[in-house]
């Protein structure tokens, strides 16, 4: 568990929450949005956390016994609602661990702190049951909803709760934290932080996951070989990566990063601008052997794979028709 000091980003929500603590402003509901992996319950934590510390500051100290507790997911005034069930929130879990416990004071804190993670599977009972207590709550009652978006929800919660949402990271702030925290190889930190879009929790993920390696080594012989194989050898080599059990999705947003290093050195002639740094080798030949229409072809090939792979179109027949792009440009 992180103080907000600790926590990369999230500047605006960060001086929000400390802001409501330091003027006696807490809400209380508050909805924090963000993609699964932004740190929804990084910040949730380390908002209970200094509302419950001892020592009243806008950052928890670590030290009192009520951090502690915190630290040890084990403080009685801080309640995260759980669910039996995968895909939803029913009325009866927040009946049981919102609604019959919220009228129970502190039992050692100046606040009581409920915590909804995946709030946007609150089925519509559970979500008027939860409006009951969030329109008339003790004084004491802090209720924190994460969610992935607010769309799910009813207007009533809506209106009733201070919306805060988490923006993307910047690449070169994961970037940092990938070399520094987990020693990533420099270009292997370029593509992870690419690929998590301002996710951290994505980029770690990726950083710590041996099939995305595999993945990462595998592409990389099969665009570096593409112009010598032909279809068929192509369409194995992805039909050994499926079974595998390899995201087709994160191969063709792989290849796009690919090609887009190919073209911005066509442009450019500046390696330092190279993602894949490693392999400027082969990207300054795919550049001198393609031309500006070629790699735009390419690119466009692969948006149209995946749109075409959303939509459910026979998979081979949509990966031989980008193959084939590929190797005409």
Same mark, same amino acid.
């Given at each position: 568990m992180l103080g907000f000091s600790e926590i990369l980003g999230h500047e605006a929500v960060k001086i929000n929450l400390q802001k409501a603590i330091k003027y006696n402003r807490v809400s209380h509901g508050y909805l924090i949005v963000g993609e699964e992996g932004m740190g929804k319950k990084t910040l949730a934590d380390a908002f209970a956390l200094s509302?419950?510390?001892e020592k009243g500051g806008t950052e928890g100290c670590m030290a009192c016994h009520a951090?502690?507790?915190?630290?040890?997911?084990?403080?009685?005034?801080?309640? %995260?609602?759980t669910h039996e069930k995968p895909?939803?929130?029913?009325?009866?879990?927040i009946r049981k661990q919102v609604n019959g416990t919220v009228g129970i004071r502190p039992y050692s804190s100046e606040y009581k702190v409920y915590i909804i993670d995946e709030a946007e599977k609150m089925t519509g009972q559970a979500q008027n049951a939860l409006l009951k207590t969030i329109e008339d709550p003790p004084g004491y009652a802090v209720i924190l909803l994460l969610a992935t978006s607010q769309e799910a929800f009813l207007p009533t919660i809506l209106?009733?709760?201070?919306?805060?949402?988490?923006?993307?990271?910047?690449?070169s &702030?994961?970037?940092e934290y990938l070399l520094g925290r987990m020693e990533v190889k420099e270009q292997?930190?370029? &593509? %992870?932080?690419?690929?998590?879009?301002g996710n951290l929790g994505k980029a770690i993920s990726l950083a710590s996951s041996e099939d995305f390696k595999l993945l990462y080594s595998e592409l990389l012989y099969l665009l570096k070989q593409i112009k010598q194989m032909d279809i068929g050898e192509m369409l194995n080599y992805i039909r050994r990566l499926r079974e595998e059990n390899i995201d087709l999705n994160e191969c063709l947003e792989f290849m796009q990063l690919w090609y887009r290093d190919v073209l911005m050195f066509k442009v450019t002639k500046d390696a330092n601008l190279l993602m894949f740094k490693d392999e400027f080798a082969a990207v300054n030949e795919m550049s001198n052997n393609s031309g500006y229409e070629g790699l735009e072809n390419i690119l466009s090939a692969i948006d149209k794979a995946r749109i075409r792979?959303?939509?459910? &179109?026979?998979?081979?027949? &949509?990966?031989e028709l980008m193959f084939l792009v590929m190797k005409e440009n």
């Open positions: 509302l419950l510390c951090c502690k507790q915190m630290l040890s997911k084990n403080h009685p005034d801080c309640i %995260y609602v895909g939803s929130i029913g009325v009866e879990d209106s009733r709760c201070v919306k805060l949402s988490l923006k993307p990271l910047k690449d &702030v994961i970037k292997e930190a370029d &593509v %992870y932080a690419a690929f998590a879009r792979l959303d939509a459910n &179109v026979n998979t081979e027949l &949509v990966l």
